[in-house]
């Protein structure tokens, strides 16, 4: 279900079982209020969300690198969004840069490096949404850019980069872009996803 206001967009799912509230009103939108802020408490929240997500084996082989609007740090990270990202994300309250861990300081690999730090930004957006903020999350990077912006050693990968902010009305998107931002949420059915069940 989507609704909307002057100000505002709201979406629902129709799963087809319940869900609980943080899930079934999560989702991902690109129209940001340019004018709404961060607080500190509630970025350091969404931070400390992703800090205790799950970790394979707790070797934990995620780092982050964030930056408020306003920010060098949100500037050189939205310099490094690439495409129709760049046209939207400079909205945003604040940008994340989701970084892998590749291997230790002392060359040990991180295998699941990936899935520890989708993990972690899983939880992160979870928080968001708890602060009354939302999330969108952003492969279109430039990844070496982002290394060389923040100094970052090779075992660093920048990976993801994450909006966070409060939803503004679709509006000051392009048609195309608008449209999107309104169209019904869907999803892959249930026992398409699941392969075996017992």
């Known amino acids: 279900m989507t609704s909307t206001n002057a100000d505002t967009l709201t979406r629902s799912t129709d799963s087809s079982q319940p869900l609980v509230p943080?899930?079934?009103?999560?989702?991902?939108?690109?129209?940001?209020?340019?004018?709404?802020?961060?607080?500190?408490?509630?970025?350091?929240?969404?931070?400390e969300a992703a800090r205790w997500a799950p970790s394979a084996m707790n070797f934990q082989p995620r780092r982050f690198v964030a930056g408020r609007r306003g920010t060098e740090t949100f500037r050189k990270i939205n310099e490094n969004l690439l495409g129709f990202n760049a046209a939207w994300a400079f909205r945003a309250s604040a940008l994340v840069v989701?970084?892998?861990e590749t291997v230790t300081a002392d060359g040990d690999e991180r295998p699941f490096a990936q899935y520890d730090l989708g993990q972690s930004l899983a939880a992160l957006t979870v928080q968001a949404h708890a602060e009354g903020l939302h999330v969108h999350q952003m492969?279109?990077?430039d990844?070496?850019?982002l290394r060389a912006a923040f100094d970052l050693p090779e075992r660093f990968v920048p990976y993801t980069v994450t909006a966070i902010g409060t939803v503004a009305h679709?509006?000051?998107l392009d048609d195309k872009a608008a449209a999107r931002e309104v169209?019904?949420?869907?999803?892959?059915?249930?026992?398409?996803?699941?392969l075996v069940k017992e």
């Open 98 to 100: 989701g970084v892998l």
């Open 22 to 47: 943080l899930l079934e009103e999560r989702w991902s939108p690109r129209s940001y209020d340019e004018t709404a802020t961060i607080s500190d408490a509630q970025l350091d929240a969404v931070l």
């Open 170 to 172: 679709p509006s000051q």
């Open 139 to 141: 492969a279109g990077i």
């Open 183 to 194: 169209a019904p949420r869907t999803r892959i059915p249930l026992d398409e996803v699941v």
């Open 143 to 145: 990844a070496a850019g």
